[in-house]
């Protein structure tokens, strides 16, 4: 009897620890990002406001493989325009995997405001 509960508590501690595994995972592994759109960041394209193509390009690195065992690994992302900070507008930047394939991220703003612009990228 003792050893059925011993082993129910163990199972239950690690489905515990695979599930907040998971959502930890979850969470920091989002393709979603806001930026503030300031003077360090702020571009202009057709006369709207842009989000900076290097700044597009840095926070789609860090986050396209944000943990080990989460995403392909990826360097020297470049955009080729700054992002409108129009909702719906978008872009293809590029990338390297680390096996030398040349991988296209498409990034799209979901929202956009005079202060900030929120966009996503689909990994």
Same mark, same amino acid.
């Given at each position: 009897?003792?050893?059925?509960?011993?082993?129910?508590?163990?199972?239950?501690?690690?489905?515990?620890?695979?599930? @907040?595994?998971?959502l930890g995972t979850h969470l920091i592994a989002g393709?979603e990002s806001t930026s503030r759109l300031d003077e360090?960041?702020? *571009?202009?394209?057709? #006369?709207?406001?842009? @989000?900076?193509?290097?700044?597009?390009?840095?926070? %789609?690195?860090?986050?396209?493989?944000? @943990? =080990? /065992?989460?995403?392909?690994?990826?360097?020297?992302? %470049?955009? =080729? %325009?700054? @992002?409108?900070?129009?909702?719906?507008?978008?872009? !293809?930047?590029?990338?390297?995997?680390?096996? #030398?394939? %040349?991988?296209?991220?498409?990034?799209? !703003?979901?929202? *956009?405001?005079?202060?900030?612009?929120? /966009?996503?990228?689909e990994r």
């Amino acid at each position: 009897m003792q050893r059925s509960k011993f082993l129910v508590g163990v199972v239950g501690a690690v489905t515990a620890v695979v599930a @907040l595994g998971g959502l930890g995972t979850h969470l920091i592994a989002g393709t979603e990002s806001t930026s503030r759109l300031d003077e360090h960041s702020t *571009a202009s394209v057709d #006369g709207h406001r842009a @989000l900076a193509a290097n700044i597009v390009a840095g926070r %789609t690195e860090s986050k396209y493989h944000p @943990l =080990p /065992w989460f995403g392909d690994k990826v360097s020297g992302v %470049t955009c =080729p %325009t700054d @992002l409108k900070a129009v909702a719906g507008a978008g872009l !293809v930047c590029t990338g390297t995997k680390s096996d #030398g394939e %040349t991988v296209q991220i498409p990034v799209r !703003v979901t929202k *956009a405001d005079t202060r900030s612009v929120t /966009w996503k990228f689909e990994r």
